[in-house]
């Protein structure tokens, strides 16, 4: 063999090695940046008889990163996120099952079968379920990123109510289909409230109270009797935790019941108390809500003439009740109305003697309603750490005892008579918008009463 020849093999073979030693493996992410591009059709299927929504998602990976040129470097794997209520998880291409396991920052990571070099593309799905009841369906769409396209699927004797309302409708023998085109962006979930109205049963229970027995009648849907079981079991606690807190027994003279209700029903709330009519509760409100409910039986009887005494009233003992039945999820909600209205205050800012609810909450009252809550919340709750419960009681006991409506002036008088310390700070809630409050950095999630 030459020397020439020799030569030659020796540079490509220190070229060969060199490309080796330089190639890299890479993992792309969902939140891709011009590196890569991902296509995503995501599909989700309510089967109400077997209580799961069956979720499928394609997914087209396309390797857009120039650094993997010239066979210096391939993907070999794709993060993506699922809900944490995803079961029976599974994962496969053309060619059958592929693995993944789950990284504990959250995300899943699948692994590609082969290496997608420079501009090859690869192909995969992603199946999984969520659980839902036979006769209600709340669920959230996961996507992220603007190059998906989502198809909702859902029995059409269900009346949904989705979180946006940027899709178009198909309807045909026993489904409505919600399809959402590639082109929207998702920066978010949303949520999916889907329910199937039955003739009501009935769950009925006794809360042994200080005065009296109060009869307590759940009125539910058909399959829904874990849901009526829970709320007998809060209704029944709760009450005698709101005597014990108000220092005053349950005042009215009427049994109490609680219907299950879907969001029409309810306006968009998560519930509304009937007074002797009746509570009205969201299937899918939380405790806190119910509580809330329960603790108007007492606000009612203040007469008060101003909405944020009966609200701020009745979230704070949404809170102090919550507190006795679970402590870290009672903190959370306190920690997390203070970071909305907070976050609502340079935008919605008002005098709480001005506030005022609609009939029905809508995208565009939302954060009105949400910063009214949150701001009397927050000035009942200061007022209870301000004095503690005992003086709390005792300007309980005085407020039930006027005659007439109670509004502004008389709220404050009593509380500055018997607070034995300077309560001015009350007027700048109510009257005057520039108060600060300082918060921590909590989860951003709020029900609406």
């Known amino acids: 063999m030459a020397f020439r020849d020799k030569k030659r093999i020796f540079v490509m073979i220190i070229l060969i ?43 087209i990976f396309f390797n857009m990163d120039t650094s993997t040129q010239f066979m210096r470097g391939y993907y070999s794997s794709y993060n ?22 789950k990284s504990p920052n959250g995300y899943h990571v699948f692994n590609f079968r082969r ?13 999984y379920e969520l659980q839902i009841n036979h006769n209600t369906a709340v669920f959230a769409l996961h996507e992220s990123g603007s190059n998906t396209e989502v198809t909702l699927k859902i029995p059409s004797d269900f009346d949904t109510q989705i979180g946006r309302s940027d899709y178009t409708l198909k309807n045909n023998d026993d489904q409505n289909i919600y399809v959402f085109e590639k082109g929207k962006h998702w920066n978010r979930t949303y949520t999916v409230d889907s329910v199937r109205s039955t003739p009501y049963m009935v769950l009925t229970g ?13 009125r539910y849907w058909e399959g829904e009797e874990l849901w009526a079981q829970e709320t007998m079991q809060t209704t029944i606690e709760s009450l005698k935790i709101l005597e014990e807190k108000w220092g005053i027994p349950y005042p009215v003279c009427y049994n109490i ?30 405790q806190w809500i119910l509580i809330h409910e329960l603790a108007h039986y007492w606000t009612r009887e203040f007469n008060f003439e101003q909405l944020w005494m009966d609200e701020g009233y009745a979230d704070l003992y949404a809170y102090l009740v919550l507190k006795e039945i679970d402590p870290h999820e009672a903190q959370k909600r306190r920690e997390n109305f203070i970071k909305r209205y907070n976050s609502l205050k340079d935008t919605h800012e008002y005098p709480l003697s001005e506030w005022s609810t609609p009939p029905n909450i809508t995208d565009h009252n939302m954060e009105y309603v949400t910063f009214g809550y949150t701001k009397s919340f927050y000035l009942k709750w200061t ?23 109670i509004c502004n002036p008389e709220y404050i008088h009593t509380v500055n008579s018997l607070a034995n310390q300077d309560m001015s700070f009350i007027y700048d809630y109510i009257f005057d918008p520039t108060v600060n409050i300082e918060t921590n950095n909590v989860d951003n999630h709020l029900d609406f009463i």
């Not at 290496?115 to 995969?124: A, D, I």
């Not at 006794?206 to 759940?218: G, H, R």
């Not at 968009?268 to 509760?281: A, F, P, R, T, V």
């Not at 003086?391 to 409506?405: A, P, V």
């Open 383 to 405: 007022i209870y750490d301000s004095i503690g419960i005992e003086s709390l009681k005792k300007i309980n006991k005085n407020l039930i005892t006027y005659e007439g409506g």
């Open 17 to 59: 090695l060199f490309l080796m030693c330089t190639i890299h493996i890479t993992v792309a992410t969902v939140n891709h940046d011009d590196r890569a591009k991902t296509e995503v059709f995501s599909t989700y299927i309510a089967v109400p008889e077997e209580e799961t929504v069956k979720v499928s998602k394609e997914i």
């Open 257 to 286: 019941s609680i219907t299950q209700a879907n969001i029409d029903q309810t306006g968009g709330y998560g519930g509304y108390n009937k007074g002797s009519q009746g509570i009205w509760l969201l299937h899918s409100s939380s």
């Open 115 to 127: 290496k997608v070099w420079f501009e090859q593309s690869y192909t995969f799905h992603i199946e």
């Open 80 to 101: 993506y996120y699922l809900p944490k209520n995803a079961k029976n998880i599974e994962a496969r291409d053309d060619a059958g099952y592929i693995s993944f396991e």
């Open 206 to 218: 006794t809360a042994d109270l200080k005065e009296k027995d109060v009869e307590i009648e759940i």
